[in-house]
């Protein structure tokens, strides 16, 4: 192979990787700060909780200052609901995410492009 191919594949390959890091989300910045379940019991008893969203085990809580903090729960989130309900924090629940066809889908769309466009070259060959 020439200089010329390898430049093709290069810039195939340098394309592919942004593709997939766009697609999972390797480049997003965390726009919440995670804190442990015992700071947020804390925030939670001090009041200071304007709303939560709970998705799954994972909770997004806003305090008073709209600041955003995130912290993974326990599976039984009862207690936690209780606590929330006494400080009288707006509460959203949403279904946790579970493995759906278009989930899958755009986690493959990376490995499939790479081997539609391999197959492509090899043809060409």
Known sequence: M????????????????????MVTGGGKAASAAEITYSQ?????????VKSAEINGAHVVITDQGNKPYTSTTPNNQDDLVKRLEAQGANITVKAAGGLTVVGVLLQA???LLLVG?????????
Not at 117 to 122: C, K, L, S
């Open 2 to 21: 020439n200089l010329r191919s390898f430049a093709i594949f290069g810039v195939i390959a340098v394309v592919l990787i942004g593709l997939y890091s």
């Open 117 to 125: 466009v391999w197959i492509f070259f090899m043809r060409q060959m």
């Open 109 to 111: 769309l990376p490995v």
């Open 40 to 48: 947020l019991l804390s925030k939670v008893n001090a009041g200071q």
